[in-house]
């Protein structure tokens, strides 16, 4: 009971200082300052501006050809086609040959043949060899061979300029020696 005495006297003193901080601390001066801003301070509300007028977009162009559409490109390009009377075109109605699926760098020249009245090139993709002749198209460029000698292999090729017109441009492989 001693210690319940001796305790007794402590807890009142923290009761004491939890009670005091309750007190009003001057907190109705703050209150009926509050008070006396709102009565004198006019509310003033700013008129709203007049909502725009909605003028809605009827859209006409849904059945015009799509901007972005690829027909629209080519019948573009046909008709400045159609204009430019150079009259260079690939034939791209025929059938591809093997060689037109590579790039003419990646085609080397590593020999000729010659049977009675024609010749052919050996040319080598990776490590295929290929026999050709004057006529035979090779490269991705709509290229056809026109000459071949014992050194080298000359085309025309046929390609699209900026301007989107055909043009013939010429380029040609030259045998490559095995280096040992």
């Not at 050809?65 to 008709?79: E, G, I």
């Not at 150079?86 to 003419?104: A, T, V």
Request: proline residues 6%.
């Amino acid at each position: 009971m001693t210690t319940l005495r001796a305790r007794a006297p402590v807890a009142a003193f923290v009761v004491a200082a939890i009670l005091s901080g309750c007190g009003d601390g001057d907190v109705q001066e703050v209150k009926q300052w509050m008070e006396d801003v709102q009565r004198h301070t006019p509310v003033t509300v700013q008129k709203l501006p007049e909502p725009k007028t909605f003028t809605p977009f009827v859209y006409d162009a849904k059945d015009a050809v799509d901007p972005f559409s690829p027909v629209k490109l080519s019948t573009a390009l046909a008709k400045l086609q159609a204009s430019s009377g150079n009259g260079i075109k690939p034939d791209l109605e025929r059938r591809k040959e093997p060689l037109e699926s590579f790039p003419l760098d990646t085609i080397k020249m590593v020999g000729t043949l010659e049977k009675p009245g024609l010749s052919y090139a050996l040319l080598q993709v990776d490590k295929s060899v290929f026999q050709v002749k004057v006529g035979n198209y090779i490269g991705q460029n709509f290229g056809m061979i026109t000459k071949i000698t014992e050194t080298e292999v000359e085309l025309k090729e046929i390609v699209r300029d900026a301007a989107g017109e055909w043009s013939e441009r010429k380029a040609k492989l030259e045998l490559q020696e095995n280096k040992k």
